[in-house]
């Protein structure tokens, strides 16, 4: 029997190793005397195999209903791991009941779950509070009380198999001050149930260089991935449904010019000294690709799928969709998820063309304020895009019949522009959070004389970033914008001269000095400044033909 202090241990030690070698266990406690009996746990998983109904209950607050992220009933990491076990044993029959409130606190949590049990009777159940508690100081030994009341009232009402979900805590909160996820820890291990440690996991994956919670923001989609592949890795292992075929899908940017199939690959990785038996299944937007082969002992394998995809945007904006890589043998299933973009890419002009092309944003669906746009007059705007010797020229040209600068302490927070720039290299484009390459640059136009304007960046921009420079004028029905940026921004980071970057354009409006009222953006959403996934792209390469998209895979 492995003492529990060695587990975790063992926890903070498998993060340092290769992601294919850390088993579930890395990030959960695995105890020894589950509360759930062994037999009712194989009932659940005979259950689960020969579709049965199941319900899975999530509750929790806003993180399990999933605020914050543009489409919570798609994204959430609970909505992911009700379909990885869907997909994993092939069950239509399974229930998902999503009990997140935003702002609850573990004692409403409480208070909600008599009826939820009453009326889902749910076969598992997430259980994920504590940020709330933390913010409100809900003293230490009620909060252990009241989880500690959950999880026994669940297995004794419903027999429920319980999972405990650690919250996740600010990368610079005090390790004395992040009781909470202590406590959550306490309770596993007093109850002998399983713990997945989302406050570990995100604090040592790769994440926003600002912070966990930029801007005070909740988890994003990426954030939501992870815990749900972790989540599922957990629960396979528990009981016994791990296909010891590891899977990861590759990061890949490609253009879609005129051709609809995007390669994407995955890693395959035999984790035991036998013959593995494989099915390899590709899915994005309803469309599955299938391969089976078989693994010699430990072999690693790169697997290339051809993948069909529709090129259509709707208004040209970047549209996502899950991309899921599931390995299938006889013991078990492992899977891997991540988010396939399609976004709009074009062309810089040369220097030799006489003009550059326009594109406008699209007027039909404002990502803020779509209830106060009165038209184009109101708000439209277009660009171009033109290299002009050692510079990028970005030229934007805003429609507006009243100007109201934002100030700089808030520059998004009235009239002003937003320009998106992805800076890293094409490996690492679209990855959808922000590192010191990526970065966020504000005009704003002077509040007596439009042309007395301001260019500054969201973040200090380090100093390999200099030599930009803008300059505003009034203009008919509005003002224009005259961005210059060096060459040399971009040439550093690649010497392929078809490379692109990833790149976007947002204008903000208020009319009365009350604040942004209407936002346009090209090609992502109001979400833009956390994820850089959802910028469109350009290139300094041959023209491309309209309708040209950039495919991410991060």
Known sequence: MIHPAAILSLCSSS???????VAAIALCLFLCHPSVSYASLAELKENLLHGKPVCYLAL???????????????????????????????NSNLRYVNGGVSGDKLSEGLERLPELLKKYRPDIMTVQFGGNDFREKTPVDEFKANLTAIVEMAQKECGTFVVLITPPMADDAPRFDAWVVEAVREVALKESVLVVDSDTLLKKTPHDYRGLFPYEAHPTEYSHRQLAALLWNAFASWIGFESHVDVRIEPAVALLDGNNDLSVAAQLRNLTLSTQEFRLELETGGTVRVTESLLAPSEERRVVVPLPLSTVLEGMRTSRSNLVAGV????????????????????????????????????????????????PDD??????????????????????????????????????????????KPAQQGKPFFTKETIILY????????AASTLLSSEPAPRKFEGM?????????GYDVDLRLPMEWFSRYTADPNASFGF?????????WYGRETQLVWAGSDLNYLNPGLFGAFSFGSRLSPGALRATVQ
């Open 15 to 21: 993060l340092a190793k290769p992601r294919w070698a």
């Open 504 to 512: 976007d354009i947002a204008v903000n409006d208020s009319d009365d």
């Open 328 to 375: 299938r043998t006889r013991s078990g299933y492992s899977c891997d998820l991540n988010t396939l973009s399609l976004s709009p890419q074009v062309s810089v002009a040369s220097a030799e063309d006489e003009s550059a092309p326009s594109f406008d944003l699209d007027i039909t669906r404002p990502t803020v304020g779509s209830y106060s746009w009165d038209g």
């Open 60 to 90: 929790g607050d806003s993180i399990t209903y999933g605020y914050g992220l543009e489409e919570p009933k798609r994204d959430s990491f609970a909505r992911a791991f009700s379909q990885a076990l869907r997909r994993a044993f092939h």
């Open 443 to 450: 005009v704003l136009p002077g509040e007596e004389d439009i």
């Open 379 to 424: 708000l439209s705007a277009s660009f171009s895009l033109q290299r002009e010797g050692e510079f990028l020229a970005i030229n934007i040209h805003i429609r507006d019949e009243k100007v109201s600068p934002a100030k700089l302490a808030s520059p998004y927070d009235g009239d002003s522009v937003e320009v998106y720039l992805d800076l890293r």
């Open 469 to 477: 420079a803008a300059t505003c004028k009034p203009a008919n029905a």
